[in-house]
């Protein structure tokens, strides 16, 4: 059963957004459109894996997608976490091109494309990491612990996968998506007794969502960027120019002439990923460009966002009930 759904990632909402906020001909544009393609494809290899998740029993086990999880003063993250009363799995999902290279004396990964070489950190250490972040972690929350097992999932089958050394480490925790349901069955074999009840399972469950804190914010700036770069005001849906005001409830494009009810609301969901973590009423006027602090109250009770504080002092935080226009 799938328990968290996979999400757009933090980092392709904020490439998006800066895209949306720079002008036009701002010279970073071409990086941010470059990270932004890799990434959708990273994550399109994620999403290729749900095809395979389909297979799984949802009576066995739990699957939990995009996991951020606080361990003492940092953060792990988990691409996907599999749970069942015998184990548990943490997949690393990589969709990378080209000839990958495993280099078990440096333990790095090295592509091989086009002719060039291009050096990434050890995925296998990587996960290795989680693990022990996770565990750790399980026991400050005093869930019992079933076996951890971990997986490095190529997503792209055109990949060529190489090692420097015998079959050995890589071999067993290094596949493509293809092997994933075998990989899983060889796992089960392995571990036939149940270490969690279904009332731990249900435990596991509650404690993974409660801890699960994605982020809303991005600071600083990815590419070396400021705020004071960026364009305010509300985008229009139809032409894309920042040329839209409030009028008889609607936001109105002073330029191409559409409507919209609730242009507002992506704008806002800019706010929280490029500008600040919270909103006040003084600092929606400015960023709208309304001059209506009751207008600004009003938009702001009708978001459904998290709030702390009275009066003037009343702050108002990303909630998850808050759903831009996308």
Excluded at 3 to 29: C, G, M, N, T, Y
Excluded at 293 to 320: E, I, T, V
């Amino acid at each position: 059963m799938i328990e968290k759904k996979r999400s757009i990632p933090f980092r392709i909402q904020v490439d998006e957004a800066l895209l949306r906020r720079l002008p036009l001909h701002h010279p970073k544009r071409p990086e941010i459109e470059k990270d932004l393609a890799k990434r959708k494809a990273g994550f399109s290899g994620e999403q290729n894996l749900d095809y395979y998740f389909s297979f799984l029993p949802d009576d066995e086990f739990s699957i939990y997608h995009d996991l951020r999880i606080q361990n003492g003063n940092y953060y792990f993250q988990i691409d996907t976490f599999i749970l069942s009363q015998n184990f548990a799995l943490i997949l690393e999902v990589k969709n990378i091109s080209g000839t990958i290279y495993f280099d078990s004396v440096f333990r790095q990964m090295i592509r091989e494309k086009d002719g060039k070489e291009e050096g990434f950190s050890d995925p296998l250490s990587q996960v290795q990491m989680q693990e022990i972040q996770l565990k750790d972690w399980a026991v400050k929350q005093h869930l019992l612990l079933p076996p951890i097992e971990t997986l490095i999932v190529f997503s792209n089958p055109a990949t060529v996968l190489k090692t420097s050394s015998a079959p050995g480490i890589y071999e067993k925790k290094v596949c493509h998506s293809h092997r994933l349901l075998q990989k899983i069955k060889s796992l089960q074999k392995i571990y036939q007794k149940n270490f969690l009840s279904k009332k731990d399972m249900r435990k596991w469950n509650r404690v993974l969502l409660q801890s699960d804190t994605p982020l809303v914010h991005q600071d600083p700036l990815p590419f070396d960027l400021q705020t004071a770069e960026l364009l305010t005001g509300v985008q229009c849906p139809v032409c894309c120019r920042y040329r839209m005001r409030r009028q008889h409830k609607k936001w109105y494009c002073t330029h191409c002439g559409a409507y919209s009810k609730d242009a507002h609301k992506q704008a806002v969901n800019d706010y929280f990923l490029l500008f600040h973590p919270f909103l006040t009423n003084q600092k929606l006027c400015e960023y709208l460009h309304i001059q209506s602090p009751d207008l600004s109250k009003r938009l702001l009770a009708g978001l459904k966002l998290s709030q702390d504080g009275d009066n003037r002092g009343r702050k108002y935080f990303y909630s998850s009930t808050f759903t831009a226009n996308k």
